[in-house]
């Protein structure tokens, strides 16, 4: 079982950064590719940014490339994203979630992939 817990959350002015992280623990290592989603209220979860189990391999929503980097840490079983140029859009709640994967160069963008998913942190982006 993996459990997920997102922080990092919190008010920023635009123009400003973030970084989120997302404490992983359980079974996970280089066989579980991870992601960020995020969901405003009332819409479908988006897809922000995934990268591999081997770490290699990421993923960017074209809302968001250039602004935001997704990383993890193998020693401390955690994922990152680093989100930096801050505007109101990018106001809701973020997601971390993990799947399991046979190959460690594979990931995916689509939230239905995946079956284990953190509480979610809340970004406001305002001035």
């Known amino acids: 079982q993996v459990q997920l817990v997102e922080s990092g959350g919190g008010l920023v002015q635009p123009g400003g950064s973030l970084r989120l992280s997302c404490a992983a623990s359980g079974r996970t290592g280089s066989h579980y590719a991870m992601a960020w989603f995020r969901q405003a209220l009332g819409k479908e979860r988006e897809f922000v940014a995934t990268i591999s189990g081997s770490g290699d391999i990421t993923y960017y929503a074209d809302s968001i490339k250039g602004r935001f980097t997704i990383s993890r840490d193998y020693t401390s079983n955690t994922l990152y994203l680093q989100m930096n140029n801050l505007n109101p859009e990018d106001t809701t709640v973020y997601y971390c979630?993990?799947?399991?994967?046979?190959?460690?160069?594979?990931?995916?963008?689509?939230?239905?992939?995946?079956?284990?998913w953190g509480q979610g942190t809340q970004v406001t982006v305002s001035s």
């Open positions: 979630a993990a799947k399991w994967t046979s190959s460690t160069r594979v990931t995916s963008s689509m939230p239905t992939q995946y079956n284990y």
